[in-house]
């Protein structure tokens, strides 16, 4: 970014690529844990059904959640709940295990994405391009990066990538609390005998 941004975008953008981590992580760590766990190809595969399943379907209604909690209580919990469903996928000794807290993991994944450009986008000094190019650059960091680390973190045990994104995604996670200044809900919608009412030659208001 050609301007000094506020460590509020910065401490996002970091988090953003880690959450894209999450991604192609277990590519690399499919193999060990089906030797280890004497699982199939096809449960395996799972690790990615289960995340991206749960994480297209929750992206439907992260709007709805951001717009009642705010942006950064959205951010909070789910970089929360991917801490906890990367670190308890890690601690699983059973595929039916891992590809539950997988879910899990994308739901958190969900309501963090969703909330996460308009947050940089917001914050950002400069155009809303310029804030977009950092969004899309830590996307595609995170999702070159995320077979990386789980290819050396799974050289040492299949576990270490999962617990590798909940100790990075708790330093995001601190350090977006601090950084980021608190957001309020939205206001609840005008109710529809206000926004149904014609109005006059003058100025309209909502609240006539």
């Known amino acids: 970014m050609p301007r000094r941004q506020p460590k ?17 992580l277990v590519d690399p760590i499919l193999k060990p844990i089906a030797d280890d766990l004497s699982a199939t190809p096809s449960q395996v595969s799972l ?7 749960v994480m297209a379907v929750a992206m439907l209604i992260a709007g709805y959640v951001s717009s009642r909690l705010g942006a950064k209580r959205t951010l909070l919990i789910g970089l929360a709940i991917i801490i906890v469903g990367a ?5 699983q000794n059973a595929i039916p295990g891992i590809v539950a807290f997988r ?27 310029q804030a ?43 350090a977006t609390a601090v950084t980021l200044p608190r957001s309020s809900p939205h206001a609840h919608p005008t109710p529809s005998r206000h926004r149904s009412k014609p109005c006059g030659t003058g100025a309209c208001s909502p609240w006539d």
């Open 8 to 24: 509020t975008v910065w401490s996002v953008a970091f988090a953003c690529v880690i959450a894209f981590m999450g991604i192609g």
């Open 47 to 53: 690790l990615f059904t289960s995340y991206n399943g």
């Open 87 to 91: 670190g308890l996928a890690g601690a």
């Open 103 to 129: 879910a899990v993991w994308g739901l958190g994944n969900a309501l963090f994405i969703a909330t996460a450009l308009a947050t940089i986008v917001s914050a950002s000094v400069g155009s809303v391009g």
């Open 132 to 174: 977009i190019i950092l969004y899309e650059a830590a996307l595609g960091l995170g999702i070159a990066a995320g077979p990386l680390l789980g290819g050396v973190l799974g050289s040492l045990s299949w576990r270490f990538p999962f617990f590798g994104v909940s100790a990075l995604m708790t330093i995001a996670l601190v």
